[in-house]
């Protein structure tokens, strides 16, 4: 049977023959990629690269890929929250995937290593200000997975039911779900200074989040509720807004993903770190020092 080709209109080209958001051609790519929000955040990884070959930007999606220690590595940054990560997922997997002169499926096809460095609220007390958590798994409070089919081969059902019913969750919201990281990279990023957890992915930072400013919410005791929350033992430690999303795509297209979180805030005693940015570049050197191990 032919292959289908894949239209102008699905798959967006730029003139140069790159695809558009990333604004990557697939040379540019390397096959493990380091995400972060901040587009800024991009060049503080890449300054401890040896070499950097590529740099590019769109819009918020900012590029630098290059070699440390002998490892090809791209750093790109996503923006913030689940929409944009259905994005930079979508183009990554067609820059190793699809062939782009055919407008094709590859038959040969390519698995991505990627590791997210992002910051992050701690909901528990025991998470501490300026700590290193790995997300085991994420609770997806967004709507972005349910766009696509065979998401039963990647949701935990009955963790995701657990957590509808402990916090009697609003429809109207949204369907929650739960996915897990990738078991091998999260062993290989695990160690005596990095905390597991189960983070929840939610769409905006403030009322999705809990926060009060002057619009009022209609759960006000949705945090509790998060840090009520137990399954198998097993209880919440932060709250973000990439995690759960970059899981689900990475695994519905074949790909390995990880999410490294610099505990910055914690809900639960209302502080924030001192140094934040001091915590972040701890956690990018950590995380490359692991990368290269």
Known sequence: MKQETIK???????????????????????????????????????????????????????????????????VISTGIGPDNIDIVFNELDALVNIDFEK??????LTSLDIIRIGTSGGLTPEVEIDSFLISAIG???????????????????????????HTQWN???????AVEADKALFKKFSSEKTYS????TNVGFYGPQGRVLRAKLKDANL??????????????????????????????LGHRAVSMNAIIANRASGS???DASKTIEALIQYTLGKITE
């Open 197 to 200: 957890g189960i983070t929840i």
């Open 103 to 108: 407008r094709q499926v590859k038959k040969k």
């Open 8 to 74: 102008p209109s699905e798959l967006i080209l730029t003139p140069e023959g790159k695809i558009y958001h990333l604004d990557l051609a697939p040379s540019q790519l390397a096959t493990t990629i380091i995400t972060v929000g901040d587009p800024d955040r991009v060049a503080e990884v890449s300054k401890y690269f040896d070499t950097i070959e590529t740099t590019a930007q769109h819009r918020e999606f900012k590029t630098h890929t290059g070699t440390y220690k002998g490892k090809r590595i791209s």
């Open 272 to 274: 924030f770190s001192k």
């Open 223 to 252: 945090n509790e509720k998060l840090t009520s929350f137990r399954y198998k033992k097993k209880k919440i430690t932060n709250l973000e807004m990439e995690t759960a999303t970059m899981y689900g795509m990475a695994k519905l």
């Open 171 to 177: 429809p109207n919201n949204s369907v929650p779900y």
């Open 139 to 165: 609770i997806g409070l967004d709507n972005v997975m349910h766009y696509y089919d065979q998401t039963d081969k990647i949701f935990n059902r009955d963790f995701a039911q657990s957590f509808i019913d």
